[in-house]
């Protein structure tokens, strides 16, 4: 099944330079191919949007979302706003079903979460006791598309807090685990407690990081360990702030002031030089479809504009390993009729969608 013979022409994001593109077999090209559609004129043209933060699989309330119509809702939400390949950071169902479906967006699957016993949202991990972390791990690894997604801290209803779920040596056991079997590692983590630990050991990615420190910070920058900041979902704090205040005060005032301290958090992660990448954590409570909202998250918390663009777009696709908008790469490119550096906004309403060469 071929694809059409397609032509494009705008500006192209981030080098910013007029060009006229190709697209050949499903391919980008610089090279004129005769008798090509044109589908595009005068636009942005962007390196297909990632979210590289979300689940596909849970549905609203935690559901578990199995049927294959259900999870092409949710991946084709994503493609509808644009992004063309999203990070599944944890689901509890196997979606591998959706890779045959040759208008959604790749998914880089994480495998399951991997939690401590009773200390995640019921029904969502895999739940198990230090010793056997090294194991689980190893498995998802191989599960996964190349990452496995721990859950670094949680609250600990016997400290009325959140706290750190696994000791150091397992941490770093984990993590190294990881390593070997050729995979990634990141955690959940809202707090600062379990943070030390996991950079220490080299994990590669700190989800919502909204305990990070000055200092970890730094070590961060050091050793090139990325944070994505899930702004989307940290909005929902104050809400988990409200329903844990009765039993768990000292977690609600914690909440609270994560919740205070995450635009801070995220302009200086990305000025001491820590890679920040845009995720929603669609899947549960958040909606599939709103990268666009955490562009603008990023962007008011201080990352400049093209920043913002850039952990969503081509940025994002390095650290995942996939291409820009280059000669010989697979066509996934969106397209805007006004100037998203200009306006942010713009990013809510893409006028094309080129997904493996095909307008979707
Ligand atoms: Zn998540």
Redesign the pocket.
Known sequence: MSAPALHLSGVVLPEGAHRDLWVRDGRLTSDPVPGAETVSRGGWLLPGLVDA???VGIGRGGVHVEDLAGLREQAVAERDAGVLALRD??SPVDTRALDDEPDLPTIIRAGRHLARTRRYIPGLAVELEPEDLVAQVREQARRGDGWVKLVGDWIDRSVGDLAPEWPADVVAAAIAAAHEEGARVTA?TFGTDALPDLVRAGIDCV?HGTGLTEDLVAEMAARGTAVVP?LV?VENFPGFAAAGEKRFPAYASTMRRLYAGSGAVVRAAHEAGVPVFAGT?A?GGIEHGRIADEVRALCEAGLPAEAALGAASWAARAWLGLPGIEEGAPADVVVYDTDPRVDLHTLTRPVLRLLRGRVV
Do not use: F, L
């Open positions: 933060h979300c689940h950071c944890g959940h989800e899930t979902n954590d899947g």
